[in-house]
């Protein structure tokens, strides 16, 4: 069996606005209407071939990929949280630590959350492949992926010998220029670093051991003092910050002896900016890929996206357009590259548009922000069936509630009772309350906020389901 390892980090600033840190692309549905990671955890969803994946994410998003998850019908095997982002070797080996502990023989399938493949049969042909010499063999086999062009945004790795499709790696090549990508596509024997590994847990382990040696030392620290929260794995803050923060491609592969390359053409792309997204995305006569409420004229060679906001645009080609409800980005396609140098900026100068979208994700679902002025803020709220708020109570702001669709169960105070679409309830400030969907589908809500102060943290909890 292979155990899938998939690592859910990383904040595509790249295709920022719709990916932001707190709410990062492989969260979002790009090309169907499942998420990126809900893609990757059905491409590996054969319990002939896979045994229920690992996987790792960040803290902050851990209960969005725990119900992510649950709607596609996959049970991890556990859910990893990294209290910060330490690059991949750090979560590679702690769930090869957490593999070892098991009495299954599982071959480890370290994988990104973030990438498509459109042949999944040759995908899931060449995990078999690779776990079968895994088995056997001391190795580390990496699926080199088939270039198709003189892509200058991916590593290379140049196989020892070119006329085989499992073979030694000579070296790995970081991302080149142009004319070195064309080069290595005219000399053959060049693959893109897909960013798949598949190895057994000693082997890995084995190599981060002896090639970053200050990082298995760390993480064996770290590992021995891990506890359980709910349904995740936490481990202690202060001794995970001293883990170093490096790639497992740094760490690893291209020191390691015992690397093999499994050459694939899978259809496969890391989605790693808006000109990838274009060139994915299905396009109309006239080259433009568009998503949302569009209207184009005498324009060409666009990808236009936006998430409610009419768009409309005249006599422009080659140009990125994406609209969410807080924020818009304007590019030359040739120039998406640097969109993560704006999200730089915007990090640095507080800018809540950097983390945040307008929609912000709970464990219970989603509320988003519509109107907000001096005295009040109005919310969209959606609970999703079967979940419920926090019991809290505020001390400078009062809420209204008014349902729009579904059930809504209210505690306030001493008082329980039931909402109805169409019904109202009113929190004053003090009262302690709390809010359940009561229902079998999405409780849908409108809540006004009125108060001098209106912001997230005031919250004082007494009992919530999330251990928060």
């Known amino acids: 069996m292979i155990c899938p390892v998939i690592l859910c980090g990383g904040s595509g600033t790249r295709l920022w606005p719709l990916s932001r840190s707190h709410h990062p692309k492989q969260l979002l549905s790009l090309f169907s209407e499942k998420s990126l990671l809900q893609e990757t955890l059905l491409r590996v969803a054969d319990r002939t071939i896979f045994s229920p994946p690992i996987l790792v ?47 299954e023989p599982d071959v480890m399938l370290i994988m990104p959350s973030d990438h498509q493949v459109n042949d ?32 200058t945004g991916y590593g290379y790795i140049k196989a020892a010998e070119d006329t085989v499709a499992l073979s030694g790696v000579d070296r790995f090549f970081e991302k080149p220029d142009k004319a070195t990508a064309q080069s290595y596509l005219d000399e053959g024997g060049y693959y893109w670093n897909s960013g798949m590994f598949i190895c057994r847990p000693d082997t890995l382990l084995e190599g981060v051991a002896t090639h970053a040696a200050e990082v298995f030392s760390a993480c064996t620290s770290v590992f021995d003092r891990r506890y359980s929260d709910l349904d995740f794995l936490r481990f202690d803050e202060g001794l995970f910050a001293q883990i170093p923060k490096i790639s ?21 792309s890391d989605v790693g900016s808006w000109e990838r997204l274009w060139s994915l995305s299905p396009k109309d006569d006239l080259g433009n890929a568009q998503h949302g409420d569009i209207i184009l004229q005498d324009s060409t060679n666009n990808y236009i996206h936006s998430e409610g906001t009419l768009v409309a645009v005249n006599g422009l080609s080659d140009i990125v357009v994406a609209a969410t409800k807080d924020a818009v980005l304007v590019s030359d396609r040739s120039s998406v590259d640097a969109v993560g140098n704006i999200v730089a900026r915007l990090a640095d100068s507080g800018r809540e548009e950097e983390a945040q979208s307008s929609r912000q994700y709970r464990p219970w679902g989603w509320f988003e922000t519509v109107d907000i002025d001096i005295g009040f803020k109005v919310k969209r709220i959606v609970v999703n069936p079967g979940k419920k708020l926090s019991l809290q109570r505020h001390s400078k702001r009062a809420e209204h509630w008014v349902v729009v669709d579904g059930t809504a169960r209210v505690v306030r105070d001493d008082e329980t009772f039931e909402l109805q679409a169409n019904q109202s309830t009113y929190i004053a400030i003090g009262q302690k309350h709390r809010l359940e969907n009561a229902g079998q589908s999405p409780l849908q809500m409108i ?22």
């Open 57 to 103: 994410c960040n803290n902050e998003y851990r209960f969005i990929i725990a119900e992510q998850a649950r709607e596609v019908g996959i049970e991890p095997r556990a859910i990893l949280l990294e209290p910060a982002g330490r690059n991949t070797t750090a979560p590679a080996a702690l769930a090869a630590m957490l593999m070892q502990e098991s009495t």
């Open 120 to 151: 999944e049969y040759s995908f899931r042909k060449a995990c078999r492949q690779a776990s079968e010499v895994c088995h056997e063999k001391n190795v580390i086999v990496t699926l080199g992926i088939q270039p198709t062009q003189a892509h």
């Open 248 to 268: 497992l491609d740094y760490a690893v592969m291209e020191h390691a002896h015992n690397l093999m390359v499994l050459s694939v053409d899978m259809g496969w």
């Open 447 to 468: 809540e006004v906020q009125t108060g001098l102060y209106l912001e997230e943290d005031d919250i004082e909890r007494f009992d919530d389901d999330f251990g928060r």
